[in-house]
């Protein structure tokens, strides 16, 4: 089975702050695409981040960035000047190439980020 | 971005009924939609793969019986929990994909969550 592992369940961050979330993968395939999502308080999934593989430039997007070590299939996430609606539930996701039916979506367990004061 | 809906937001029935459950591409045609399941403090368990026109794909423990997919146009996918049973209560979420800024795109809905008496 190709798993999306978070050892982390729940981290906590003050304001302003950066905090980092950490996520491992199994897979194998040479080419996918990896996801971090964020669910906050209204259940509603929100796509944070996206990185394809074969790209090896880290993606970002505004304070959002990530680690991404391919050879060690590693794929963090860090948070920079967190501010309190970034608390919730962030879901670190895998998804194949293929465009077909193959190509689903495996999540990661979890973990719930609460940015206090 | 692309906005997907989910109707009813929640519902409570007796146990031994059927609900439907419906999700919706606002703005743009899905060819695939899929159903996840997500328990309180969980991860979302894909239950099946949505194609318009064609029988559901469903995933390995998933009950085809109880669960009937239709996705009967490129907008709409509906999710039939049948002779419901309080160990169906939980919060069911669809996804629609899309090719989108040259990705092929998950957008998801809000959830809908479903109390079986």
């Known amino acids: 089975a190709q798993t999306v592992t978070q050892s982390q369940p729940e981290m906590s961050v003050q304001e302003a702050e950066t905090v980092t979330l950490s996520c491992t993968y199994d897979t194998s395939e040479s080419n996918y695409y990896l996801f971090w999502y964020k669910q906050p308080p209204s259940r509603q999934m929100i796509l944070v981040i996206r990185q394809e593989a074969y790209k090896q430039q880290n993606a970002t997007e505004n304070r959002f960035s990530v680690n991404f070590q391919k050879a060690a299939k590693s794929f963090s996430l860090k948070i920079s000047d967190s501010q309190l609606g970034d608390t919730a539930m962030y879901f670190c996701?895998?998804?194949?190439?293929?465009?077909?039916?193959?190509?689903?979506?495996?999540f990661g367990t979890g973990t719930r980020l609460q940015v206090t004061l | 971005g692309a906005v997907v809906s989910q109707h009813p937001s929640w519902v409570i029935c007796k146990s031994g009924t059927s609900v439907k459950i419906e999700c919706r591409s606002l703005d743009f045609q899905a060819t695939t939609m899929f159903w996840y399941r997500q328990f309180p403090k969980q991860s979302l368990m894909l239950m099946a793969t949505?194609?318009?026109?064609?029988?559901?794909?469903?995933e390995q423990g998933v009950e085809k019986d109880k669960f009937l997919i239709n996705h009967a146009s490129l907008t709409l996918s509906t999710l039939t929990v049948t002779s419901a049973h309080p160990e169906d209560s939980s919060f069911y979420i669809c996804s629609a994909r899309v090719h989108y800024r040259s990705y092929n795109e998950q957008f998801f809905g809000p959830g809908t969550r479903l109390t079986v008496l």
């Open positions: 949505s194609n318009e026109g064609s029988k559901a794909t469903y």
């Open positions: 996701a895998r998804r194949g190439p293929h465009t077909g039916t193959a190509s689903k979506l495996t």
